[in-house]
Each structure stands twice: as structure tokens, then as C-alpha cells.
């Protein structure tokens, strides 16, 4: 992938999530359980078991659901690598352990709000593929979410829900 078509991957998904991020108060002023802001107290441990959910376009229709685990890294608190468990639909043995195809990032920077920005790289036949999901941590009584939106090298884009799996 070169330096343009990352850019341009990156700048999706950032428009997405700015326009997500934007219809954020509106969802919280409809959801009462949801914390008003973050404290600097607060963490958010990526690390265990995860449901992710894709939808295939910004409307949320033609959803997939996988299982994923993310492991923290030991040099960096904050940054994290990890891979699809089997099942899924459709899975492939590339996405599993030990290639651990994913790597995800935390963002905290004082203002209530974590980000996360997790990529997915997988090569197969001397070929990547590229994917990037952009969210924000979603601070509720029943669990931890997060919430955004993800977009590929092959320019497909979406949503997507990331749930803590107890």
C-alpha cells in the first residue's frame, strides 16, 4: 500500500469518526447510562476477549460479527496486538494466532475522552491487505464499548461496535 492510498485510508476514516463523534451528545442525551466524561483516573484495558461487529456501510445495514483478543504490549501500556478467534464469518486461518494481524492504540488526552485506533494488516501471497477502525470509548454501567467507524484498502467502509467480553 503506498504512502497516497494509506492517506487517503486514514482520511476516511477520520472524516467518519469526526462525523460519528459529532452525533455523539445526541446519543448520549438518549442512552441516561451513559457517563457524562472519562476521568483521568479511568483506564481502558483493551486486553482479553472482544466482540467486534462490522456493519457494511454508514446506514448499518449487512452486519458481521467476529471474536477477537488483544494481548497489551510490554513496552507500551497503551498499544496492543491481537487476532481474530476462530469462528466468525467468514474467517481465515491468516487472522488467527500467532500471526496476530491486529494492533490497536489508546488515546487519552485529558478532555473526557478515550479513542482507540486499531489496524488490521494481513499479507497472503505476497500481497496486503490493510484495514483501519477508528472509535471512541463508550463509558457504560453494563460494560465497556466502543463505538466507530472502518474502512479497508479495498474502499469498502462501515461501522462497527467493539464489546468487552466478560
Known sequence: MNTHNRLYALLLCGLALAVLLGQAPQAQAQAPQVQAQATTGDALDMRGNWKL????????????????????????????????????DPHSPLLDDPYRPLTADTFYGGRGQFVVQIM?????????????????????????QILGVWTNIDQYRGTFTLDKVP
Open 53 to 88: 461487529t462490522y456493519g457494511y456501510n454508514l446506514a448499518g445495514c449487512c452486519t458481521r460479527t467476529y471474536y477477537v483478543h488483544f494481548d497489551v504490549d510490554q513496552t507500551n501500556s497503551n498499544h496492543y496486538t491481537g487476532y481474530y478467534k476462530s469462528g466468525g
Open 120 to 144: 488490521e494488516h494481513v499479507v497472503e501471497s505476497g500481497k496486503g491487505y490493510y484495514g483501519l477502525l477508528s472509535g471512541y470509548h463508550v463509558p457504560t454501567t453494563t460494560g465497556v
